[in-house]
Each structure stands twice: as structure tokens, then as C-alpha cells.
């Protein structure tokens, strides 16, 4: 069936036929079946939100048989316009107004929190994963808002977007905030169901997510934002209660903070005409080469990732000099748009087709959609190249290592590079597998080493470091199969690659 559906986005560049039209009519309606099934099995009190997340799936499915060949035309890719996106420098030139509690009055902090932290070795919630002092990612977000509130006498909410992986896990951890000051909201993204690659057809026998069910489902990607956050009746809540622009951003980019010069820039644009939509996006350097970058298409901003350019074209993509930003991920809407746009059904997202095997080995294919893809349906949009300071995500134990050293200094949950450090870029980090998982990671580290002079760190094998060690300029640690090697507490090592066994043995 998969191999029909493909062959029909083929044949539908010479028009296409009846057949294959008959085949996905066919197709529909066996998946509309199932889906019907499926909603039997939920109980009164699952039945309406599993009914709301079925419809979405359905309408996502029905896309993607219609969608044909690649989502782009490599030949109207251009270079955005130069005022489309503009420095950051320029729009903290301005400076901010007396009112500014006024202004952040207006805002809405919203994390997405729908991921787990299995690719560190972590049970739960990636957000509660400590990252700096004991503080997890959770802590330093309302740390960072609760500040925000005190400093300026103000009533900025935090709204975590779940999932169903996380909800249970961040509900329970919630209420240790209840003396904070930061209203906290939640509200969870939908629930789909994975379809077998073959029979495109859904996984799932029942609402269940559990026992055999476990892997039937999925969170459909932070594109589902628009619509959960509409059905949730928060989106509602908000603009009754005056609130103009969501700020949306990974949990786990801890550069995301609430900046005023952008917010500021959105409530009193220069030229009178507000932006709907604004994202944040950064050089590119030769890590990020496959980060979605913004471009202009057709006459409007359009993120183009990776997954959608031509096989033929994807160097040109990754190059560094044509397309010289990439997306940060850090988001300001309009609630509003947001509202006309929904209520229109008019946000229009590109689908990823996201493959994946199930533990016993069979197929799937889950369909996603990403949030910055509905820049190009929002009025007025705009890119502001940020900082790369604003883009700190935290993806692997390397990027752990850099967060919890002496690199950064936190102050109200907000980590800013020391000013010990002489360059302002940050060190290359390249952790081997044996410190994949958070917990064999700290245990290999009796204390985070002094990296303020570091510039590239490659470990790789059974490493250990001691106490108080300083590492500069580029240093390699090779131990071999079979061989250890322990870094000695106080060792300087810089400049160095050290290989072999080195082992420090207690006497």
C-alpha cells in the first residue's frame, strides 16, 4: 500500500489517474474505520479530547496522501529581503520605554515540554533533568519568569506544553511552585496514532496507551501547538484577560529567556505596523548546517528544513555562505492570529514523515508537523538574527558539561558566559558513549573540570577525571578497548592528547 501511495505522488506529476485516485479514496475510508473503532473503546470521560485528536490526525493523514513530490520548488527558494530580518543590535538600540511592566503585562511564556529524557539515560521528563546546582530545567524556567514578575511588579504566566509522556510526571512536580510567583498553566498536545508503513493504517486497537499499546502512539511535534493550545481554552483565557503575544520556546534551550528589546519591538513597532509573527534565528556554524533556515518563497518567509529539500540541493542547504542563519526555535506570536487563523483553518504546515521501528520490529511511520513552519500563513512576519547566546540548547551530556562549568555564571535562572572567558564563542565538546547517560556521566566527573581557557575537548572511552582539573585549548583523552585512563585531581592539561592507560591507584 505504501509502495501504491508513493507510486501515485509519482504518477501525479503526469495528472493523476483514476486508479490511484480510487486507491487513497479506499485508503480513507479503511483508516476513517479504524480510527471509528479505536473511539469506541474510549470511556465517557476520554471521549471527547480522543475524538478531538482523531479528527486532527485525519485531517494530518488526509494531507499527506494528497501532498505530491517535494514540498519546495528549489527554484523559488531566494534570500529573504534584508529588512525581513533584522540585527538584533538594531532593535535593542531603541531602548525601552518607562511603561515596560505594561508592556511584559501583555505576555505569555509558554515552554514545550512534550520530551522525554531517554536519549540522556533518563526516566521522565526531560525537563526535570538537573542541570545547574541541583536545579532542573523546570526550576531555572520559573526562576527565571518568577524574577521577571518581582523585578517589574508584573503577572507573566508560564504555560508548559505536555504530552502524554510528560503530563502525569510534570503535574506531580508542580505543586512545589504553588509559593512562587508565576502562575503555571498546562495543557497537553495531542495523541495520534503511529500507522504501519505497509497498510498505512493505524497501529492501535484500542485508546489505551498502555501494554501492548505503549508504542501506538505519539505526540505529533510541536506544530500541534495551534490547535491544542485553541482546544485547550487557554488561547480564549488569555486574550480575555488581555494578554496579546505568546513567547514559545524549547524547555531545553536554556538561552531562551523573556528579552524586553524584542518584546518591546513587538508592542511598539517602529513603523506603526505590529508583526504577527517573529522568530529568532542565529548564524550558522558548521555544527548547525542542518538547521532550518528562513528563506523567501513566493513572495513570503518560508522555514525550509532539511527533511524538505531535493537530494540534489542539500549541500547547497548546508552551506554556510548561502544560507547563513538558522532557526533558534525561539517564537513570538500573536494570540489573535493565532485565534483567526485556527478558527479559519488556515495555518499550513509542511508534514515530516517521521520513520520509525517499533520494539518487535515492525515499521512505522509517524506524521509531524514543527511550529516555525506556520511562520509563512501568519501577516507582517519577521526574522531577528539573535545573539548566540540566545541558543543554547541542551541535547547531549557534551552540551551538559558546558552548562554546569565555570563557563557560565547563573543569576535567577538565567546563564550567562563568564566574563573570565576571553572569547565569546563556546568550546567544542565531544563526549564518547561511555558518558551517554546522565548518570555515568557525573559519575566520571568528581568535580566539573576549570574550562574557561578550553577550546575543543574530545573524550572517548573508560575516562575518569578527578577533582579540580583545568583543561585548555584543545585536549584529546583516547582510552583504547580494555585500557582506562584517570585524569589525576588538580592535572592541568593543555594542549594535550593523551591515549593508552593511565590508571591512579590508591596505595
Not at 340 to 353: G, K, S, T, Y
Not at 409 to 438: D, H, I, W
Amino acid at each position: 500500500m505504501y509502495f501504491f501511495v508513493e507510486m501515485s505522488k509519482a504518477m501525479s506529476q503526469d495528472g493523476a489517474s483514476q486508479f490511484q485516485e480510487v486507491i487513497r479514496q479506499e485508503l480513507e475510508l479503511s483508516v476513517k474505520k479504524e480510527l471509528e473503532k479505536i473511539l469506541t473503546t474510549a470511556s465517557s470521560h476520554e471521549f471527547e479530547h480522543t475524538k478531538k485528536d482523531l479528527d486532527g490526525f485525519r485531517k494530518l493523514f488526509h494531507r499527506f496522501l494528497q501532498e505530491k513530490g517535494p514540498s519546495v520548488d528549489w527554484g523559488k527558494i531566494q534570500r529573504p529581503p534584508e529588512d525581513s530580518i533584522q540585527p538584533y543590535e538594531k532593535i535593542k538600540a531603541r531602548g525601552l520605554p518607562d511603561n515596560i511592566s505594561s508592556v511584559l503585562n501583555k505576555l505569555v511564556v509558554v515552554k514545550l515540554n512534550g520530551g522525554l529524557g531517554t536519549s540522556m539515560g533518563c526516566k521522565g521528563p526531560k525537563s526535570l533533568i538537573g542541570v545547574r546546582n541541583e536545579n532542573t530545567f523546570l526550576d531555572l524556567t520559573v526562576q527565571q519568569i518568577e524574577h521577571l514578575n518581582k523585578t517589574y511588579n508584573t503577572d507573566v504566566p508560564l504555560v508548559l506544553m505536555n504530552s502524554f509522556n510528560t503530563d502525569e510526571d510534570t503535574k506531580k512536580i508542580l505543586q512545589k511552585y504553588n509559593h512562587c510567583r508565576v502562575k503555571i498553566y498546562t495543557f497537553n498536545q495531542s495523541r495520534y496514532p503511529r500507522i504501519n508503513k505497509e497498510s498505512l493504517l493505524p497501529v492501535a486497537k484500542d485508546v489505551s496507551y498502555s501494554g501492548e499499546n505503549t508504542e501506538a502512539w505519539y505526540p505529533p511535534g510541536h506544530g500541534d501547538i495551534y490547535a491544542s493550545f485553541y482546544n485547550s481554552g487557554l488561547l480564549d483565557t488569555f486574550i480575555g484577560e488581555g494578554k496579546e503575544y505568546i513567547f514559545v520556546s524549547n524547555i531545553d534551550n536554556l538561552g531562551a529567556t523573556v528579552d524586553l528589546y524584542i518584546l518591546n519591538h513587538l508592542m511598539n513597532p517602529p513603523n506603526g505596523k505590529r508583526c504577527e509573527f517573529v522568530m529568532e534565528v542565529t548564524n550558522k556554524t558548521r555544527a548547525d548546517v542542518k538547521g532550518g533556515t528562513l528563506t523567501q518563497y513566493e513572495g513570503k518567509l518560508r522555514l525550509v528544513e532539511i527533511a524538505q529539500v531535493p537530494k540534489a540541493h542539500v549541500d547547497e542547504f548546508k552551506s554556510v555562505s548561502k544560507f547563513k542563519i538558522f532557526n533558534t526555535n525561539n517564537l513570538w506570536i500573536s494570540l489573535a492570529a493565532v485565534k483567526r487563523l485556527q478558527e479559519q483553518n488556515a495555518i499550513d504546515m509542511e508534514i515530516i514523515v517521521n520513520a520509525k521501528t517499533l520494539d518487535g520490529g515492525l515499521n512505522v511511520i509517524q506524521l509531524e508537523t514543527a511550529v516555525g513552519a506556520a511562520i509563512k500563513s501568519f501577516e507582517n512576519s519577521l526574522g531577528i538574527n539573535v545573539p548566540r547566546s540566545r541558543f543554547l540548547p541542551v541535547k547531549t551530556t557534551s552540551d551538559l558539561l558546558l552548562v554546569m562549568s565555570n563557563l557560565y555564571s547563573l543569576n535567577a535562572g538565567s546563564l550567562t558566559m563568564s566574563e573570565k572567558r576571553e572569547f565569546p564563542t563556546v568550546p567544542l565538546v565531544k563526549l564518547g558513549s561511555s558518558f551517554t547517560k546522565v548518570q555515568d556521566y557525573l559519575r566520571r566527573f568528581e568535580s566539573i573540570p576549570d574550562m574557561l581557557e578550553l577550546d575543543h575537548l574530545t573524550v572517548s572511552g573508560d575516562v575518569t577525571f578527578g577533582k579540580n582539573v583545568s583543561l585548555k585549548g584543545t585536549v584529546i583523552i583516547i582510552a583504547n578497548h580494555g585500557d582506562r585512563i584517570d585524569i589525576p585531581p588538580g592535572a592541568v592539561l593543555e594542549n594535550k592528547i593523551v591515549s593508552g592507560n593511565l590508571r591512579i591507584l590508591d596505595h
